[in-house]
């Protein structure tokens, strides 16, 4: 996971994953969650320790600094930089770091209405498209909430 601060995303991947290790499908729980702590304004994000589920591997990094100790990501959730550039350095950093067949990414607010109204760097749903076509991969945007892409292998 790239952002998403302690919010529902890694909640519910750490949720997933319990489910799938009580079912005997997968031998540990594995959700590494890449933020710099730091909000659109340069304020933390964690106000307490608790405000983080004890089993969420946490590095306090930008993604850019935290890409070279990953690889073999099966899926990567992709809600930290919102701007064009950002969305699309994430995507050209973390590629190559992907599992070699079966992965899938998902981007957060690529139709955030409210962030755009307020002025707010945006430009995720056409950096995920650009580098969709540009390595021939399928995209799917889904317009519920404030949006959120899949990418997965063509």
Known sequence: MLGSGAGFVPR???AAQRRLLEEKVIDEL????????????GLPIYRIACDID????????LTAEAA???KDIDYLHIDADHSYEGVKSDLALYYPRLAQQYWAITVHDTDNRAAVEAGLPVGAWEACR???DEHQLSIINFKIGCGT???MPG
Request: glycine share 4%; hydrophobic share 60%.
């Open 54 to 61: 004890p089993k969420l591997k946490l590095v306090k990094k």
């Open 130 to 132: 650009d580098f969709a």
């Open 30 to 41: 594995d959700v590494t969650l890449v933020d710099a702590n730091v909000g659109i304004w």
């Open 149 to 151: 892409a899949l990418i």
């Open 68 to 70: 070279p100790m990953f």
């Open 12 to 14: 519910i991947a750490l």
